[in-house]
């Protein structure tokens, strides 16, 4: 469980979070949810410690890791693993060595065929089996994303921060890395923290959700909660595209037609 209490951070004269404060839970899919520009990168960085925020902390299970000692702050980064927007895949490397590059760097004591043991396994996880030896450059979109949540879960990664995983991709391979990493949140037990603008990703995987809007949590819930919400900075987020406008309308037709029946019915018994 990761825990963020009254996060604030200003550049120059621009506030970008204002006391942002919230719990993502253990072994669900985490979203930080908001258009463009309502702080949700600069929230994970924070979060991560790539940004040290003005005021507020961060909590590791428990544990304070803004502005504690360094050696308890290196403790819990190297239990986070990070999939980055563009993938960030060493273009020099191919695809093991770019999965066995963080188990070089963090786990200095694991031998060679360890290694290539846990590389062989993450890959065939993220449904890579062998493609070891390929570049980047041979690969395709959705596959640089797998690479990369393989890269991220390589070292046995507790916490697993995903930055916009399905930017650039097409709709079909955004649902299947999605699926992949609820997949693993669930089979691992993992804190997964994805930001996204994706209204798909919320349907599919959003487990918990934090609205953000300009730098501020406004709204926090289920994906089953987030389509009954009064609060109009989200509905305009949500709604903003015709096709879950027209999901809307169905739904709330449904259950207008759900509750004559329920009248119906309980006038009938009534006459009985």
């Not at 600069?42 to 925020?53: D, F, H, Q, R, T």
């Not at 803004?66 to 980064?77: A, F, M, P, Y």
């Amino acid at each position: 469980m990761i825990e963020i209490h009254n996060i604030h951070k200003t550049f120059g004269d621009k506030k970008v979070l204002d006391g942002v404060s919230g719990v993502f839970e253990t072994g669900k899919t985490n979203l930080l949810l908001g258009a463009s520009g309502t702080g949700k990168s600069v929230l994970l960085k924070c979060i991560v410690g790539l940004v040290k925020p003005d005021i507020g902390s961060v909590t590791f299970d428990g544990t304070y890791f803004t502005n504690n000692k360094l050696d308890i702050r290196q403790e819990i980064r190297r239990k986070i693993g990070m999939l980055f927007q563009s993938s960030a895949l060493f273009d020099s490397m191919n695809v093991q060595q770019n999965v066995e590059f963080p188990l070089k760097m963090l786990t200095p004591d694991m031998s060679k065929s360890e290694r290539m043991d846990r590389v062989n396994f993450c890959l065939k996880r993220v449904g890579l089996e062998g493609s070891n030896k390929k570049m980047p450059s041979e690969l395709s979109g959705g596959m640089k994303k797998r690479v990369g949540i393989a890269r991220a879960i390589a070292p046995n990664c507790t916490y697993l921060f995903c930055d916009e995983p399905n930017s650039g991709l097409d709709p079909l391979t955004a649902l299947k890395i999605d699926e992949l990493i609820k997949e693993i949140t669930e089979e691992y037990n993992i804190t997964t923290i994805v930001v996204t603008h994706d209204m798909n990703s919320v349907i599919e995987i959003g487990d918990k959700i934090m609205f953000l809007y300009e730098g501020k949590k406004l709204w926090e819930g289920t994906r089953d909660e987030i389509m009954d919400t009064d609060i109009r900075e989200l509905n305009e987020f949500i709604f903003a595209n015709r096709l879950m406008r027209d999901a809307k309308k169905v739904e709330e037709e449904e259950r207008e037609e759900e509750r004559e029946e329920q009248q119906e019915t309980k006038s009938e018994n009534q006459q009985l």
